[in-house]
């Protein structure tokens, strides 16, 4: 009895023991977890207090990372994604006010519509987009096709270096937008010496043209007359010119720039669109011009506009150089000079021969020194000229005169210097007589003629090896 007793005590004693001791260390476990937690909260709060809380103010990312540019037009004819139009060169311009670059374009006249430029800022896509102001060219000769310029402005704290044309103003960017590189980046015009004193513009090459011994003639009359740069936009030509040109690009003389015009519309032969029909006048001349005008305007002093055909003589002055700056002097606020085309009939011939050289005789086109007769203008009708202009002077031009200029144009006397623009008669009636004689290409013969043939030579065109140069002297100082 007593041990049932003590044991049923027993057992009552120890459990009241257990619980309270239970008790007692879940107590003292909760303190210790309550301890640990809010130290483990003072070290959150401290880390985060002391670390820059950069990611707050960055938005969740949607669409495609925004750096840039994702492809770039590595083509001189770019196609403007969801529009009929063609991109050609995007360039900084700061002289429109509240603009600051142009973009030279083909555009189809009737599907003009709202455009937006989005701009990489030293490969980072700015935020927003801006308006773009198109400028249709006034000269369109009736083709659907024109050359247009697209304005925009560049966001402020933006150091743009490629932009980029979208039909929207969306807030991100297409992977397949095509980008184009700015040019002309702004310099300190004070400091900074033109690298070219004249360059060249010639339009356009196409078709199977294959006038080799004029095209050189006329490329070492113009290095002879202080010319340092040709450029020249090829869709085209025979396989003798080509060789021909490879040599002069291959030494820097001539600057080729592919323009495959007719992968992307069909071009027209001719001017007029009632005439010749097409999409785009003369394959696309205008476009070219303005395009060479700006490819130039922060590297040439002075840029001519003329076709290779047709040579920019001084006749008073040596060289361009000293042409030039007499002009300026009478003229220092004109940055436009027009210059008066005479043209020399290629069906007329200087009686003696003298020039009608051996090695040239398998080399096909015209011999410029054959050809002394020229046409009085018809200045009672529509007269063409061409320029010598100073580029920066310049906003848009067409083939013979300007179209928006920020300066004066002089038209400079014939006496000082004309065009010696040898071709088909203009004036077929008139008879040779009829015609005046001017041999002002021969004052350069002697330099002239073995710079042609080392240009033919290294092209591999000359039929045999050159005459003595005395004898060639001799004869034409006799004449």
Same mark, same amino acid.
């Given at each position: ?39 483990t909260f003072i070290c959150i709060c401290f880390i985060t207090v002391r670390t820059p809380q950069t990611y707050s103010s960055t938005p969740s990312p949607r669409g495609p990372p925004k750096t840039c540019p994702f492809l ?16 050609? *060169? ?36 700015? *935020? ?18 024109v050359t247009t310029d697209v304005m925009c402005r560049i966001p402020q704290k933006c150091n743009a270096t490629h932009v980029t044309i979208q039909t929207q103003p969306e807030s991100f960017i297409v992977p397949n937008q ?13 400091k900074e010496e033109k690298k070219f004193d004249f360059t060249v513009c010639i339009s356009n090459l196409f078709g199977d043209y294959n006038n080799v011994l004029q095209f050189a003639q006329s490329l070492e009359m113009y ?35 592919? +323009?495959? #015009? ?5 071009? *027209? ?41 047709? #040579? ?68 009672? #009708? ?86 003595? +140069? ?10």
């Amino acid at each position: 009895m007593i041990l049932s007793v003590e044991c049923g005590e027993v057992p009552n004693r120890l459990g009241n023991l257990l619980v309270c001791g239970w008790m007692d260390k879940t107590n003292d476990l909760r303190r210790k977890l309550f301890f640990l937690f809010i130290v483990t909260f003072i070290c959150i709060c401290f880390i985060t207090v002391r670390t820059p809380q950069t990611y707050s103010s960055t938005p969740s990312p949607r669409g495609p990372p925004k750096t840039c540019p994702f492809l770039i037009s590595e083509e001189t004819i770019t196609p403007l994604n969801n529009t009929k139009h063609l991109l050609v *060169s995007a360039y900084m311009d700061y002289r429109v006010n509240g603009l600051d670059i142009r973009i030279i374009g083909i555009f189809r006249r009737d599907s003009i519509q709202p455009l937006h430029c989005r701009f990489c800022c030293a490969g980072y896509l700015s *935020s927003t987009t801006t308006p773009a102001t198109i400028l249709q060219h006034s000269d369109n000769f009736g083709f659907p096709f024109v050359t247009t310029d697209v304005m925009c402005r560049i966001p402020q704290k933006c150091n743009a270096t490629h932009v980029t044309i979208q039909t929207q103003p969306e807030s991100f960017i297409v992977p397949n937008q095509i980008w184009l590189p700015l040019r002309n980046k702004k310099t300190d015009e004070g400091k900074e010496e033109k690298k070219f004193d004249f360059t060249v513009c010639i339009s356009n090459l196409f078709g199977d043209y294959n006038n080799v011994l004029q095209f050189a003639q006329s490329l070492e009359m113009y290095r002879l007359l202080g010319v340092d740069r040709v450029v020249i936009y090829n869709t085209s030509c025979g396989p003798e010119l080509d060789r021909l040109l490879q040599g002069y690009s291959q030494e820097g003389f001539v600057e080729m720039v592919p +323009w495959p #015009i007719d992968r992307h519309l069909k071009p *027209s032969p001719g001017w007029l669109f009632s005439e010749h029909g097409g999409d785009l006048h003369y394959y696309g001349q205008l476009t070219t011009l303005n395009e060479c005008i700006y490819r130039s305007m922060e590297r040439s002093r002075y840029v001519l506009l003329n076709d290779i055909d047709e #040579i920019i003589m001084p006749y008073q002055h040596n060289d361009l150089k000293a042409l030039m700056k007499t002009l300026q002097e009478q003229h220092p606020k004109t940055g436009v000079f027009q210059i008066e085309n005479h043209i020399f009939p290629k069906k007329h011939f200087e009686p003696t021969g003298r020039f009608r050289l051996p090695q040239w005789r398998n080399v096909p086109g015209v011999n410029i020194l054959e050809h002394i007769y020229r046409e009085d203008p018809k200045r009672n #009708i529509y007269h063409p000229y061409k320029m010598i202009v100073q580029p920066r002077m310049v906003e848009q031009t067409s083939v013979h005169e300007l179209l928006k200029t920020f300066g004066p144009v002089y038209r400079v006397p014939l006496e000082v210097c004309r065009i010696i623009h040898v071709r088909v008669a203009l004036q077929g009636a008139l008879k040779q007589e009829e015609l005046n004689v001017d041999k002002r290409l021969w004052d350069f013969y002697d330099k002239m003629i073995p710079n042609v043939d080392k240009a033919l030579r290294r092209a591999g065109l000359l039929s045999e090896e050159p005459q003595n +140069w005395t004898d060639t002297q001799r004869n034409t100082s006799a004449a």
